[in-house]
């Protein structure tokens, strides 16, 4: 242990196109070591949710350059022509040519650009009047698809870094249980050593048979205990084999963690910037933003109204974000600190345990105790070991939480 949307159509194409994700090849018998990081790499790679919002990303981009072509044919009262869609973009939006996919997906370009070059061409007859109106509904567009690419950028960003968070729940989940296994199954082994010493002492008449029976049930518990533990790291090994899209048939293997041993602090007068860094916030803001924008779009009374009652619900709900965010923060560092203490502690109890075993192991070399003793205090160590090592690991989550945070993550 170490120390301590453009259309529908387009959408669903794409993601029946590209969502398998990269899978790991393996023969029933492969076992595949993977690092922590390893493993966030790949659940990020597999996430569908993320592929989804890359997608919306680019569609808002190819959204802001339309846009900001119609906005430059304007200035040169009209477009080319000849002007076409060209392989590579074909390419680049519609994935493979002679399919089928393809074939749906060149067909709604053609008729878009068809659509465009009717529009274009009627721009050459507009007036400078309806030119500039023109003008500022596209620039209106452009500013609005600026704030929806933003959202979109910051729901990504966020999107990873819960997948990262949540990767590495079930990750050290999986190691706190094997660690668990590994104490199980010496106290199984003790247990099977003081059944054999108790049958030879029930046939010399030494013990009851109620002292047998009693052996006998602890000997089952302990090995059940075992059956138990391991069913559930293998259920966990599933899981999180499901999550990174590794084939069922593959062997996980999990190398440890690294864990920090700096104690984590807070001043308070880190909560503001901590609560204006989080990606809860940063979407409120943006969604702030655009209602100040549609309000901005609208000139009848009525209309503008609303819009402004739009606009204070969304500061409203902004500014009450904050203050349960200010909360959450100093939870999460609590949390922290609380897990910092009770890893020294635990640590503290395994290392003294540690020490009076070596000390008995030396009485029992010169003959003062019995090798059943020696046993029992060894698995007293084993359990303030697992303890040791179980405290550790939730303190890196809390740390991991932490760090999440500092990116801007909160769950």
Do not use: W
């Amino acid at each position: 242990m170490k120390r301590i949307i453009t259309s529908l159509c387009i959408v669903l194409l794409f993601i029946g196109s590209t969502m398998p994700g990269v899978t790991i090849a393996a023969e029933s018998s492969q076992v595949i070591a993977i690092t922590l990081e390893d493993a966030v790499e790949k659940a990020i790679e597999s996430d569908e949710n993320i592929a989804i919002l890359n997608y919306q990303l680019k569609v808002f981009e190819h959204q802001v350059k339309d846009a900001e072509n119609q906005e430059d044919d304007l200035d040169d009262n009209g477009v080319d022509e000849d002007e076409e869609i060209d392989d590579d973009t074909l390419l680049a939006m519609c994935g493979v040519p002679d399919t089928p996919e393809y074939m749906q997906c060149f067909i709604t370009q053609v008729t878009i650009q068809v659509q465009l070059q009717q529009m274009f061409g009627d721009q050459q007859k507009m007036s400078e009047k309806q030119r500039k109106e023109s003008r500022k509904q596209i620039v209106r567009q452009i500013e609005q698809l600026n704030i929806e690419t933003d959202k979109s950028e910051i729901s990504l960003e966020e999107l990873r870094a819960g997948v990262k968070l949540m990767v590495a729940s079930e990750y050290v989940k999986v190691l706190m249980l094997e660690k668990q296994t590994d104490m199980l199954q010496h106290q199984f082994e003790m247990a099977k050593q003081d059944l054999t010493i108790k049958q030879l002492q029930f046939e010399l008449g030494l013990i009851s048979e109620d002292v047998l029976d009693k052996a006998v049930e602890a000997r089952d518990d302990a090995m059940k205990a075992v059956e138990d533990s391991k069913e559930n790291t293998s259920y966990e090994l599933y899981k999180l084999a499901f999550t990174l899209d590794i084939p069922s048939t593959a062997k996980l293997k999990l190398d440890d963690i690294e864990i920090p041993t700096d104690k984590v602090t807070m001043k308070e007068s880190q909560i503001d910037s901590f609560v204006e860094n989080t990606f809860k916030v940063q979407k409120e803001v943006k969604n702030v933003e655009l209602a100040k924008f549609n309000m901005k779009r609208v000139t009848r009374s009525e209309e503008r109204k609303a819009e402004e009652y739009r606009v204070k619900i969304a500061e409203e709900q902004l500014a009450q974000l904050k203050q349960s965010l200010e909360t959450k923060i100093q939870d999460t560092f609590k949390q922290a600190e609380d897990a910092f203490e009770a890893t020294e502690v635990a640590v503290a109890a395994y290392e003294d345990t540690q020490e009076d075993y070596d000390t008995f192991e030396l009485q029992y070399e010169l003959g003062f105790i019995s090798k059943q003793q020696l046993d029992q205090l060894k698995a007293t160590v084993l359990q303030a070991e697992v303890n040791a090592a179980v405290k550790q690991y939730e303190y890196f989550l809390a740390y991991e939480q932490l760090k999440a945070l500092q990116e801007g993550y909160i769950m």
